[in-house]
């Protein structure tokens, strides 16, 4: 092939594409098709069980035969994916014959159309040939995504410094998406290792102007902020805890009317005793648009990363997880540590080392056996891990004993035990 490709992206919102085989080349280019909003038909006496999957969900229309010229009627877009060069010749044919562009898995060079390899960064979508090698293609791709994922290439199209928030005139990932204004993301940032952050919260924080961060927020990831980045550490703000909380929220609408791209990073997931709701309330009535993204939650993690999961088929079916910061016998509590004690799964509790004498006395009064098997897991997915294994009556001693430190979970249950070898 001696002409170039002309580049173009096609808006296949409700427009019918046909995809003729169901083997595993359909498997993998239905997805895109679906989510760019095609109308996909999907022509073959078989299908992959992914693909049967997407069909009961009513996701796209299933003919259970082999091709018939028929079959593109309306259509926009043909990929033809299966191995039989005649039959997919023969596709082509029909295809061409009405001017309905044909992509084929089987013979690039009978194709009218090609398919780049493509990465995807938020709103951003790059998508490369390779000038007819599909080696050379993915691997400019996979380059792209690396610069795209470091920030290296949107540095070069910063919002303009000084600005508070570079707001006004914002080009850079924030402004491709079509706002300039300002935002706030609530981020989980996961349990400490850093590669634990999901990749839009990643993405997020590579847009950030403004970076809000918990005291329990791996170090690692605040390392790679660029220097412009205004980082606001909130466990150095002073007052008691709950003026901090709201001296918090002034500041994520302040920014974030200012302009800024916020992102308020929190340990964990932002909703699992992180004040994350408190957050996106004071921001939803301050007219701020807010999101929220989940996070790898310590309360999994921590067990997982010190080899206990949390459920495990035949011991564990259920797992709860409960706040220990409020001492059982305190008015103050909210939990019914006397029902938890009837429970026979897994019990796992966040924040508790300082009241975990009485935690224990309590669930072993109410009837849980002093011989449960209990840990405490430390700084869960760090290089600081430290896990301590004991049983639900001597499991506070063991602890002080051992002076395990904060941030840690306790896991309570017969999961301790169960990948033990
Ligand atoms: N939102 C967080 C939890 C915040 S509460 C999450 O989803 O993980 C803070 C408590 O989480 C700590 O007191 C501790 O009990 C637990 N924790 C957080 N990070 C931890 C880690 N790396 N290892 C063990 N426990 C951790």
């Known amino acids: 092939?001696?002409?170039?490709?002309?580049?173009?992206?096609?808006?296949?919102?409700?427009?019918?594409?046909?995809?003729?085989?169901?083997?595993?080349?359909?498997?993998?280019?239905?997805?895109?098709?679906?989510?760019?909003?095609?109308?996909?038909?999907?022509?073959?006496?078989?299908?992959?069980?992914?693909?049967?999957?997407?069909?009961?969900?009513?996701?796209?229309?299933?003919?259970?035969?082999?091709?018939?010229?028929?079959?593109?009627?309306?259509?926009?877009?043909?990929?033809?994916?299966?191995?039989?060069?005649?039959?997919?010749?023969?596709?082509?044919?029909?295809?061409?014959?009405?001017?309905?562009?044909?992509?084929?898995?089987?013979?690039?060079?009978?194709?009218?159309?090609?398919?780049?390899?493509?990465?995807?960064?938020?709103?951003?979508?790059?998508?490369?040939?390779?000038?007819?090698?599909?080696?050379?293609?993915?691997?400019?791709?996979d380059a792209v995504r690396d610069l795209l994922a470091a920030r290296v290439v949107s540095d070069g199209v910063a919002p303009p410094q000084g600005l508070p928030g570079g707001a006004a005139g914002a080009s850079g990932a924030a402004g491709a998406a079509g706002t300039t204004a300002g935002r706030v993301a609530l981020v989980g940032a996961g349990p400490g290792d850093p590669e634990l952050i999901t990749v839009r919260g990643w993405r997020l924080l590579t847009e950030a102007d403004v970076v809000v961060a918990d005291r329990l927020v791996p170090g690692l990831l605040l390392d790679e902020l660029r220097a412009d980045v205004e980082l606001v550490d909130a466990s150095k703000i002073p007052y008691g805890p709950s003026r901090a909380q709201e001296e918090i929220n002034r500041i994520l609408v302040d920014r974030a009317q200012a302009g800024a791209v916020v992102v308020r990073l929190k340990g964990g997931d932002p909703y699992v005793f992180g004040r994350g709701g408190e957050e996106l309330l004071a921001c939803a009535q301050a007219g701020v648009p807010v999101t929220v993204v989940p996070g790898v939650t310590s309360s999994i993690a921590a067990p997982a990363a010190a080899g206990i999961p949390v459920t495990h088929r035949g011991v564990a079916h259920e797992f709860t997880v409960v706040s220990g910061h409020v001492a059982p016998d305190s008015p103050a509590s909210l939990v019914r540590w006397d029902a938890l004690a009837g429970l026979r799964g897994t019990l796992v509790i966040l924040m508790g080392l300082k009241n975990l004498a009485a935690i224990a006395e309590t669930l072993i009064a109410h009837g849980r056996s002093p011989q449960t098997p209990a840990a405490v897991v430390q700084e869960g997915t760090t290089g600081a891990q430290r896990t301590l294994r004991s049983t639900l009556g001597a499991v506070a001693a063991d602890a002080r004993t051992a002076d395990v430190r904060p941030p840690a979970v306790v896991v309570v249950g017969d999961v301790v035990h169960t990948l033990d070898t």
């Open 1 to 141: 092939m001696s002409a170039s490709p002309y580049p173009l992206g096609l808006r296949l919102d409700g427009r019918r594409v046909v995809v003729v085989g169901g083997g595993a080349v359909a498997t993998r280019r239905v997805p895109a098709l679906l989510d760019a909003g095609a109308d996909v038909l999907l022509v073959s006496p078989e299908l992959t069980p992914a693909l049967r999957a997407r069909v009961d969900a009513g996701r796209l229309h299933w003919v259970p035969r082999r091709f018939a010229p028929e079959d593109l009627d309306g259509a926009w877009l043909v990929q033809v994916a299966i191995d039989d060069p005649m039959a997919a010749a023969a596709v082509s044919a029909v295809a061409a014959e009405r001017r309905i562009f044909c992509v084929r898995a089987d013979d690039r060079t009978a194709a009218t159309a090609w398919t780049p390899a493509v990465t995807r960064h938020g709103p951003v979508t790059v998508a490369v040939f390779g000038g007819g090698d599909p080696r050379r293609a993915m691997t400019v791709r």
